[in-house]
């Protein structure tokens, strides 16, 4: 008796395994699309005469949390687990540009 509820309960968390595995997948590529974005955006600002005159301040932020693609990945998958509070990488963009803010 007790074997066939292990064997059900084993089973149950076998099927579930199935659907957390996608649900990873697609917070992944969500992450990934998200951050091919505001990379963007930023290599494009870094591209131009702004950075040069930015706020030394605000250049050492940017770089910290979104100036690479894996540094951007990180700090949305730290933003959305708690890891780093979302406000700050949100006042950095802000000051970068309230479109990259509202994507984030």
């Given amino acids: 008796r007790i074997v066939a509820t292990l064997r059900t309960l084993v089973f149950s968390i076998?099927?579930?395994l199935k659907s957390l595995m996608w649900a990873m997948i697609l917070l992944l590529l969500i992450?990934?699309?998200v951050a091919v974005v505001i990379v963007q955006s930023v290599t494009?600002?870094?591209s131009g005469d702004d950075l040069a005159v930015a706020n030394p301040d605000f250049v050492t932020s940017l770089?910290?949390?979104?100036?690479?693609?894996?540094?951007?990945?990180?700090?949305?998958?730290?933003?959305i687990s708690g890891g780093v509070n979302w406000r700050e990488p949100a006042q950095v963009l802000h000051e970068f540009s309230p479109w990259t803010e509202w994507v984030f």
């Fill in 14 to 16: 076998m099927v579930t």
């Fill in 31 to 33: 992450i990934y699309v």
């Fill in 44 to 46: 494009s600002y870094r």
């Fill in 63 to 79: 770089e910290g949390y979104f100036w690479t693609l894996d540094r951007s990945m990180w700090t949305l998958l730290q933003s």
